[in-house]
Nanobody, 128 residues
C-alpha cells in the first residue's frame, strides 16, 4: 500500500483546510484510514479515522465538531476537512492505513508499526 498526503498550508485562525490522502490498493473494507499529527517537541497524536467496519469514524476530542473525515473508494482517497482552525492545530499531519480498522484509534494510540502503512507528512500552519 502507498499513501500520498496533500493539502497542507498556511491559514489564519478560524479558517479551513482540506487534507487529502491518496491510497493505492485502497478499500475502506480492508483498512481504517486516518490521520495523525505531530507538532514540534510533542509526540505524534491521533486525529481521526474512518472505516467501513465499526467503529466507522473516530475523532480525537480536540477536533470533534470542527474536523470531518470522509472516504471515496472510487477515487481511492480519504479527506479531512478542517474547519475553525486554531493555532494549536499547527502540526505535520500524516495519513496512515490500519489493518485493524479504527478499533484502537484513541488517545495514546501510536498507529501502524510498519512504515509502509504511513504516508509522508503535510505541514499545516495556523496563524493567530
Amino acid at each position: 500500500v502507498q499513501l500520498q498526503a496533500s493539502g497542507g498550508g498556511l491559514v489564519q485562525a478560524g479558517g479551513s483546510l482540506n487534507l487529502s490522502c491518496a491510497i493505492s490498493s485502497f478499500s475502506l473494507d480492508h483498512y481504517g484510514i486516518g490521520w495523525f499529527r505531530q507538532a514540534p517537541g510533542t509526540e505524534r497524536e491521533v486525529v481521526s479515522c474512518i472505516s467501513n467496519s465499526d467503529p466507522r469514524t473516530y475523532y480525537a476530542n480536540p477536533v470533534k465538531g470542527r474536523f470531518i473525515i470522509s472516504g471515496d473508494n472510487a477515487k481511492g482517497t480519504v479527506s479531512l476537512q478542517m474547519n475553525s482552525l486554531k493555532p494549536e492545530d499547527t502540526a505535520v499531519y500524516y495519513c496512515a492505513a490500519d489493518l485493524l480498522g479504527c478499533m484502537y484509534w484513541k488517545s495514546g494510540y501510536r498507529g501502524p508499526i510498519d512504515d509502509k502503512y504511513w504516508g509522508q507528512g503535510t505541514q499545516v500552519t495556523v496563524s493567530s
